[in-house]
């Protein structure tokens, strides 16, 4: 593979363009796009549950409970947020772009990937019940149903999208209940 210091304008390329730069030589070389599909199925494909779980902990532990004051109270076009409504939100907001990805690889046929995430959100969901504090925003009020009311959401998408969580790696409230 060609160093970085003879291509540096690819180096220095955004995601977006990047992606630009692979449709175009994928039109200029069709006999690449074989190629190109085994490339982003190993991609897509290669899901590590650990990595999964650091991300949600990471995620939810970025969290402050302060995140919560700019949707609380009077809101235009929607009247008046209790904290809780707002707190809930927040959390599932953080939710969702684990459940998007989960929906993808289930949507593309890449049904082991996809349950590999739902794992790693819900050993994420499970560690943070034993971590998170009430400076996080996970944490501020009845940590275990929340982190027990994700797991039900993600398990819901799971239902959804015909994704089967293994039944020895998932208690009944939704968190892991082995390793892997």
Partial sequence: MASDDQHPALSALSPGERSSVLQALLAIHPDLRDVAERLAIDLLTDVDRDAVMTEVVDTYLDQ??????????????????????????????????????????????????????ALGVLAGLHELGKIADEQTLIGWGPLEDHTEDLAQSLLHTCREVDIDVPVTDVDPSGTPSSEH
């Fill in 64 to 117: 402050s409970y302060l995140d919560i004051a700019d949707r609380v109270g009077r809101q235009p076009g929607r009247g008046y947020v209790h904290e809780t409504d707002a707190q809930s939100e927040l959390l599932n907001e953080a939710l969702d772009p684990f459940e998007q990805d989960l929906v993808r690889l289930a949507r593309l046929g890449f049904a082991t990937a996809a349950q590999e995430v």
